[in-house]
Antibody, heavy 118, light 110 residues
Framework: EVQLLESGGGLVQPGGSLRLSCAAS????????MIWVRQAPGRGLEWVSA???????YYADSVKGRFTISRDNSKNTMYLQMNSLRVDDTAVYYC????????????WGQGTLVTVSS | QSVLTQPPSVSAAPGQQVTISCSGS????????VSWYQQLPGTAPKLLIY???KRPSGIPDRFSGSKSGTSATLGITGLQTGDEADYYC???????????FGGGTKLTVL
């Protein structure tokens, strides 16, 4: 059974940093692309970033230059380093796994809440 | 403003059917597979349809997907109160090189 477990969320001041982690199990992690999707309170889903199995990275314009996605295939873990956080980055952050066809997303974590506030 | 356009809400009575549209462009829906997700209140999204019209294991055949040109459609038949949720379409945009979602559609089963 595929399991994705996010961690690292919390309260941070504007301009601060956080690193989210997504621990994966139940599948061959290195063979799949992974994605971060966020959802601001009361809002819809927003695609944030993706990383392919061979480390190609993609970013939404809203986070480009501030967020960095990475993965450690030896630890079956994906990360999202978030710098220069803004109030509008406040959201539940979900990690998700690509389908074999490299399209999003057949499994999702439970999410971790990031609150950016002074 | 979402790249993919969905109606904000749809409603129908139990037992009836409903369709939810997802309109995009030639660089996203027109070029790539579309997925549909169901999000029940307070929970993570769940994959309902992938590769335009395929259902993952465990998804009942009351749910169906189709795509034509730059639009995709989710169909739900035999509506149940448990189907009340937010529904999202999603795909890849080959020009923007990002994933994109619709703004979501709230389904109410009256």
């Amino acid at each position: 059974e595929v399991q994705l477990l996010e961690s690292g969320g919390g309260l941070v001041q504007p301009g601060g940093s956080l690193r989210l982690s997504c621990a994966a199990s139940g599948f061959t992690f290195s063979s799949y692309g992974m994605i971060w999707v966020r959802q601001a309170p009361g809002r819809g889903l927003e695609w944030v970033s993706a990383i392919t199995g061979n480390y190609g990275a993609y970013y939404a314009d809203s986070v480009k230059g501030r967020f960095t996605i990475s993965r450690d295939n030896s630890k079956n873990t994906m990360y999202l380093q978030m710098n220069s956080l803004r109030v509008d980055d406040t959201a539940v952050y979900y990690c998700a796994k690509d389908l074999p066809s490299a399209t999003c997303c057949d499994s999702w974590g439970q999410g971790t809440l990031v609150t950016v506030s002074s | 403003q979402s790249v993919l356009t969905q109606p904000p809400s749809v409603s129908a009575a139990p037992g009836q059917q409903v369709t939810i549209s997802c309109s995009g462009s030639s660089s996203n829906v027109g070029k790539n597979y579309v997925s549909w997700y169901q999000q029940l209140p307070g929970t993570a999204p769940k994959l309902l349809i992938y590769e335009n019209n395929k259902r993952p294991s465990g998804i009942p055949d009351r749910f169906s997907g189709s795509k034509s040109g730059t639009s995709a459609t989710l169909g739900i038949t035999g509506l149940q109160t448990g189907d009340e949720a937010d529904y999202y379409c999603g795909t890849w945009d080959s020009s923007l090189r990002v994933g994109v979602f619709g703004g979501g559609t709230k389904l109410t089963v009256l």
